[in-house]
């Protein structure tokens, strides 16, 4: 299990400054908070249901670019040599994805908290809301992580964008099952459809399926990836 | 008998995504390597020596074929962790060195104290201990080249699978490197390396292989390879330079060569001529001429050098 840890945190490491970057997005928001926010809530609460839309977008980015950046640049020929299969190191990798983004979440978790729990926004459901997305973003990664073992990151990140999109616009349609089948607009559909009265609920059951598609596309990423040969780059 | 590295008629394919493209990397290729000595990997560029590499480390799989590395199969997970591996035009993580070790060496299955004596052993055994507390990113590309080598030696492997190792190195760099590869040998190590640099493997190495298009067109000790199988130099002195055929005078000495089987008459003629002889021995000629002769051989399509003796 260190190796999968030290992967992880190796990347976590990389993307400092991507996070960096994020994070000041949620600053941003705490300054809209500090500006005034009796005057207009609805704002701080638009950006919380945009960084939440945002957020599952950054786990499409880190998944689709995780393994090819390394192959890309050959480091993976020094990590993929030591001791560890290909499962723990993508295992490591979206360890590493979760790592990131949980603390994007986390920030944003906080912000949401101070900014917008003193107009009555319900900070348990919150919490649980910061949970889900946490998951809906993981869940993204992992697909898009399977599908960038075997396809270019852009088209890995169009393949994740049908897939979890159709199941989306099914459920949008009406269709309440499709919710479950990738359910990452399940996940986010009440953080974007959140109101400052607190009548917004996430079906717990949502986040365990969640869960359980996040291992099973860890399990298909890793099955394709030992199988395929490394594509690094020509010196 | 357990070898370091065992391939047994591999053939190995590049397909194109369509499959209507394929690229053949390796031909039915064969070759082992004993354990503790230094085997020198010589091919021109597109001959598959790094494709070999590649399917030894597992990370790609053979069309046709197997092969073992230490007793286990190619991509073995444990089997790994007594190799060490340093790629052609190495990239490492932009950490600082001392960290990018440690992490290297933790993947490698070392922690705590063992994990920071072998992180220390490595950097000092490449010359790069004063810079540990700096960032790899800050470093120029032999120093980076110095820092996969000591990733590979981290975790005391007892096979050094190295491509290129020395291909950005400084001659002062290269003879520290030379040194470190014997006494990895001395320590009862193998070392497969792969080289352009012929004169280094003719330093280093006890056992080379030469590829070409994929193929093995010779194997053998470096003595067996370069020695001529037809011609002897004969170091004459007390005779005249006019009395043998396309001589040369070295001080008062005449040195000449003749085919084998005409080494008795001339032994005897310099007898007759009241000479002595200083010495007999055979010519040899340079692994540069050998691999030219070899590679030009086969892209030209004539018939392959006969094999040395395979083990």
Redesign the interface.
């Known amino acids: 299990m260190?190796?999968v840890l030290?992967?992880a945190r190796?990347f976590a490491?990389?993307q400092r400054w991507p996070l960096f970057f994020l994070l000041l997005w949620v600053v941003g928001w705490a300054v809209v908070g500090l500006i005034d926010p009796e005057r207009n809530p609805d704002d701080a609460l638009m950006i919380f249901r945009q960084l939440a839309v945002y957020s599952v977008t950054f786990g499409v980015f880190f998944g689709s670019s995780a393994v090819q950046a390394d192959q890309r640049?050959?480091?993976v020929?020094?990590?993929?040599?030591?001791?560890?299969?290909r499962a723990q190191y993508i295992l490591g990798l979206l360890m590493g994805i979760g790592f990131v983004l949980g603390i994007f979440c986390l920030c944003m978790g906080f912000t949401a908290t101070w900014l917008l729990g003193r107009f009555g926004f319900q900070i348990g459901t919150l919490w649980f809301g910061m949970l889900a997305l946490w998951t809906a973003c993981l869940l993204t990664s992992s697909l898009t992580l399977s599908f960038s073992t075997f396809l270019p990151p852009l088209f890995a990140a169009i393949a994740t964008g049908t897939l979890a999109g159709i199941p989306a616009l099914l459920a949008f349609r009406g269709d309440a099952i499709s919710k479950f089948l990738i359910p990452v607009y399940g996940l986010v559909e009440p953080l974007i459809a959140a109101e400052l009265v607190p009548k917004w609920q996430i079906r717990p059951s949502l986040v365990l399926i969640g869960w359980v598609e996040i291992i099973l596309f860890w399990m298909v990423a890793s099955w394709i990836f030992s199988?395929r040969?490394?594509a690094?780059t020509a010196? | 008998m357990v070898f370091a590295l065992e391939y047994e008629g591999i053939t190995k394919e590049y397909r194109s995504w369509s499959g209507r493209r394929r690229i053949r990397a390796l031909q039915n290729f064969s070759l082992t390597v004993e354990c503790g000595q230094i085997f020198g990997f010589l091919g021109p560029n597109g001959a598959g020596k790094s494709t070999a590499i590649?399917l030894a480390?597992?990370?790609?799989?053979p069309s046709a074929g197997n092969g073992r590395m230490l007793g286990m199969s190619f991509g073995h997970?444990?089997?790994?962790?007594r190799?060490?591996?340093l790629?052609?035009?190495?990239?490492?993580?932009h950490?600082r060195a001392g960290s990018a070790i440690r992490?290297?060496g933790?993947?490698?299955?070392l922690?705590g104290g063992a994990l920071e004596k072998a992180a220390h052993a490595a950097l000092e055994a490449v010359d790069m201990q004063a810079e540990s507390a700096r960032n790899l990113a800050q470093f120029s590309r032999g120093m980076v080249q110095r820092m996969?080598l000591a990733?590979?030696l981290v975790?005391d492997p007892e096979l050094l699978i190295l491509d290129e190792p020395t291909s950005a190195l400084d001659p002062a760099a290269r003879v520290a490197v030379r040194e470190l590869l014997l006494r990895c040998r001395n320590q009862g190590k193998t070392v497969f390396l792969s080289s352009h640099l012929l004169s280094e493997v003719e330093l280093v190495c006890d056992r080379v292989a030469i590829l070409n298009r994929g193929e093995v067109v010779r194997t053998g000790t470096l003595s067996d390879m370069l020695e001529t199988t037809d011609r002897v130099e004969i170091v004459a002195q007390g005779i005249p330079l006019s009395s043998v055929t396309e001589g040369i005078m070295d001080g008062s000495r005449v040195r000449f060569t003749v085919t084998k089987g005409g080494q008795r008459t001339s032994i005897e003629r310099v007898w007759a001529a009241g000479g002595e002889i200083i010495s007999v021995s055979p010519v040899r000629r340079s692994l540069e001429l050998l691999f030219l002769e070899l590679t030009r051989a086969n892209s030209n399509g004539e018939n392959r050098a006969p094999e040395a003796s395979e083990t």
């Open positions: 260190r190796p030290l992967i190796n490491r990389e640049s050959r480091r020929l020094a990590v993929l040599s030591k001791g560890i299969s199988r040969d490394l690094v010196e | 590649h480390m597992g990370f790609m799989r997970v444990r089997t790994r962790r190799v060490g591996f790629a052609e035009n190495v990239a490492l993580y950490r992490f290297y933790g993947l490698s299955g922690r996969g990733q590979a975790n």
